[in-house]
DNA sequence: AGAACACTTTGAGTTAGATCAATTACTCCC
DNA sequence: GGGAGTAATTGATCTAACTCAAAGTGTTCT
């Protein structure tokens, strides 16, 4: 069954309408070509998929769209930062992920039916994203079946990535999901230490770990008094990372 | 950074190496033929996928695959139920998802790179599954491009219905995480009430929704002291969803 | 520069849920 | 049918995390 969502009507953000821009820059274009879900297209092909596709300017905490809000657009993140998060009636707003440039978001609604975000999407800071029409880019794989391929290897990957988000949330305790949580944001072969930059503020990461803030902090205050992590704002530097995977048992 | 797993080693239960008969009954068949990944293919070529699969049984409790083992093989339960999760090196045992006959599981790996599992996989009674080798999906979509659309649409609501999970686990509280998953149960158009069956034994659920059975329990007798379900063993009643679905806030 | 605002931290008190322990109910097997 | 083993419930504590409140700390805007 689902759930019918009651904040909807009591949202009262404006929802972007209007259209900006064609997309037209070099650096963007590069951004898009190394996306798995683009870089197998010949360039004829993603010329036509980005004529038809539009540059959207948002400001910060710009809305981009709502849960529920019928999905005729996909988006690339050109720049800036955006998050995925859900209200609840009772207008609690938990964030479920974030978004940087490079990454694509809600391309899984080009298969959705019926199709309709399943979540608010806005921006953290100033950004810029690709906005491309489902129909447009259903009708290349269609007459491209061999893009397929890699739509489904990204896709493959995205289910997964989900599933571990999920793992993450099954752990009871919120100490040991902050710890998860850093852990995966430290880049692969950093057994040694290395730096994190937060992608949310520290309030939405205690949102998307579901935690409050406050129990955030404290956890954060007490890492870094037994020296496990140093804290600079956003940025954490983990010292020990295995002495770090140690104590979160 | 990827967490290594001290429990793989430590972990004692048999995993499944015996090759079982060839997969040749009829009602297997039919099923198989229902699920979205098989269903488009023509006769000819489901019945060489067939023909380099194994239909496999096991046992109560006993184990498909491990979590980090290479992944040759995908799954599709004929009978039976199964269930995945994740074990972290104290050998908390945390339940990720449950898996009924007509289900596909591991899927995602024909596209994984590398190709390890991401859970342990065990029966959790006597059932039969069909173990399809990665490859031979992959070589037949490779021949047959248009396959394509199929398994892009599945992966898609895969992808969905984790993100929904996920959205789940980030509702703080016990009572409410385990509202919302009654409610996903119920079969959609039962807004007037509905019966439904837990798909895994009260303790697992509990794990799944990350709580304790205890407090699990505490909270079924709690909304069945309140009339808001009728519980005979595993088998639920909900009478008004509404109510149960308002209360959750 | 200073006001307004948003985010973060810290403290104190409370509570939801974990833990520990004991009992009851099922299920499977001989 | 009786005994072993597992799952579920119930009760009594205890503690991790929530809530409320207030004070810092940045950041943005005029």
Redesign the pocket.
Known sequence: MALTQAAQTRYTKPVLVAINKPFDDEDGLEALRSHPLFSELTGKDLQHLIQQSRRVRLG?HQLLYRQDMPAHNFFFVLSGRLRLYRLDSSGIDRTLDSIAPGDCFAEVMIYADPPRYACYAEALKSSEVLMIPVKAYQDMLESNPRYAQAALRHYAKRAVSRFHDLEIMTV?????RLIRYLIDLLPNGAEEGGEVELPL????VASRL????????????DLRSNGLVR?N??RLFISDPRRLIEISQ
Chains 1, 2 share one sequence.
């Open positions: 910060h009871q305790n919120a100490r040991d503020p520290k309030c939405l579901a935690m409050q803030p406050e129990t955030f902090s404290r956890i954060l205050a804290v704002r956003s």
